[in-house]
């Protein structure tokens, strides 16, 4: 679609021209309120009866507003009853034109589109009246003119801050800032996770990331600490796991011997806390209906934790793109933020190059260098025998951490049939009292 941005006024004189609008726009995103859940909390949120051109439109959706406000549904029949309580049906064209509305509105990937659209022309017509305000202010003979100026910078402003002033938050002195003294971590995991925790691990291919993934998803449902049969004091959380690369039968074969681990340490995963969405063909974040697709199973589950990925799997453009990166970074962000959770992904390492050990940044974007509060690597210890026969692993940070976490320096392959984990903690033969060791070995 074009640039919702993009305004092209008739060819009148600019007295003559009328304010920029945009009838098909509004109509359509009415119609993608009535039919696409979805489409309303977005709309709902970011888009004022007042941003409409069409005084019908902008009835309409005060009508959608009340029902919300009431926790109704919103479609054409409780909108119909709802304008006619209030006395506006007939203004805005009684029931035939909401019905109009509700027969063909876009697809819900567009409505997006439609809510920046009205924003913008919105944004123009108060730039429009702001214009002939401040004319109609030059043009007066009353008042200094510097006043004149100094009231022409204050609607200019008004323009610039509309809708969104309201929103802001006023700085704070800082004795007052300080008053709050409950600045507890709000945990998912006691000593892991944060709500809002981002967190990135990484591993070269077949290095277990994926593994780590799934115990702690199960561990966090099961209400475990991750490495063993310590409880979470906080009890068992819910979990929404979004495999972008595995399908359903790979991804059932692996959770099985998890949720057996689960039972056997005597922390079965009850029905409710652990969901789980394959789609292995990944999602573009970058589109509006990826990001429709995320943000339908974040607000159904509304998780404690979202485990999601491979980062490479949330879209299909070029993977070093700072762009596509940003937005893909705005779509978990919204997801987080929305329900209030923890979020682990997990992305490929960088191959190796030269002699030494292979790195651990994730590939793509140096956007994801940045952006986590958590990046965290599995590595081959420097013990071979270690190293290939327990798959013993060094779990090193990639980026400085921005809190103290309890995430152990050394892991190796557990053993599911004595009731272990696929991951457990283990110290060195040769760690100093500090926990450090040159060569990872375990005997």
């Avoid at 439109?57 to 006619?84: K, P, Y």
């Avoid at 004319?135 to 003119?145: D, H, I, M, V």
Wanted: aromatic share 6%; hydrophobic share 35%.
């Amino acid at each position: 679609m074009s640039d919702p941005e993009d305004y092209q006024p008739d060819e009148l004189s600019p007295v003559d021209r009328m304010e920029p609008h945009d009838i098909d726009a509004e109509q359509a995103l009415l119609g993608c309120c009535l039919i696409y859940r979805h489409a309303v909390r977005d709309v709902l949120r970011t888009v004022q009866p007042s941003d409409l051109y069409r005084p019908a439109h902008e009835t309409v959706l005060r009508a959608m507003l009340r029902l919300d406000e009431q926790g109704e549904s919103i479609n054409a029949h409780t909108v119909v009853a709802e304008l006619q309580a209030a006395g506006d049906l007939a203004r805005v064209g009684g029931p035939p034109y909401i019905h109009t509305l509700a027969a063909s509105p876009p697809p819900a990937a567009d409505a997006s589109w439609y809510i920046r659209r009205i924003r913008a022309l919105s944004l123009r017509r108060a730039v429009v009246r702001a214009g002939i305000s401040i004319a109609q202010l030059g043009y007066g003979t009353a008042g200094r003119s510097d006043d004149l100026a100094e009231r022409a910078v204050t609607i200019t402003r008004d323009v610039r801050d509309r809708g969104r002033a309201s929103e802001d938050v006023g700085v704070q002195d800082i004795h007052d800032f300080l008053q709050v003294e409950d600045d507890e971590p709000d945990w998912v995991l006691p000593g892991y996770l944060e709500r809002g925790d981002r967190v990135i691990w990484t591993a070269g291919e077949g290095g277990g990331k994926s593994v780590l993934l799934r115990q702690i998803a199960v561990a966090t449902a099961a209400g475990v600490l991750p490495f063993g049969k310590e409880p979470n004091t906080l009890g068992p959380k819910r979990v929404l796991v979004l495999d972008c690369e595995n399908s359903e039968a790979q991804s059932r074969r692996r959770y099985r011997s998890l949720m057996d681990t689960a039972e056997r340490i005597h922390h079965p995963v009850k029905r409710g806390q652990l969901h789980i969405h394959c789609r292995p063909e990944g999602v573009d974040l970058t589109r509006a209906d990826g990001r429709a697709w995320l943000m339908r199973r974040v607000e159904d589950v509304m998780p404690d934790l979202l485990v999601i990925g491979p980062i490479y799997q949330l879209h299909t453009g070029d993977p070093n793109s700072e762009e596509h990166a940003r937005k893909v970074t705005l779509a978990l962000t919204e997801a987080r933020v929305t329900a209030g959770c923890a979020l682990v992904m997990e992305a490929h390492a960088a191959k190796a190059s030269g002699f030494g050990p292979r790195g651990l940044a994730p590939v793509g974007s140096s956007l994801w260098l940045r952006w986590p509060e958590f990046g965290m690597g599995l590595r081959p210890v420097e013990d071979t025998r270690s190293a290939e026969e327990d798959r013993a692993r060094r779990i090193v940070p990639w980026r400085g951490a921005r809190d103290e976490r309890n995430w152990p320096r050394f892991i190796r392959g557990g053993w599911t049939t004595q009731g272990e984990w696929p991951w457990t903690p283990y110290m060195p033969v040769d760690a100093d009292r500090n926990g450090r060791s040159d060569t990872g070995a375990l005997s």
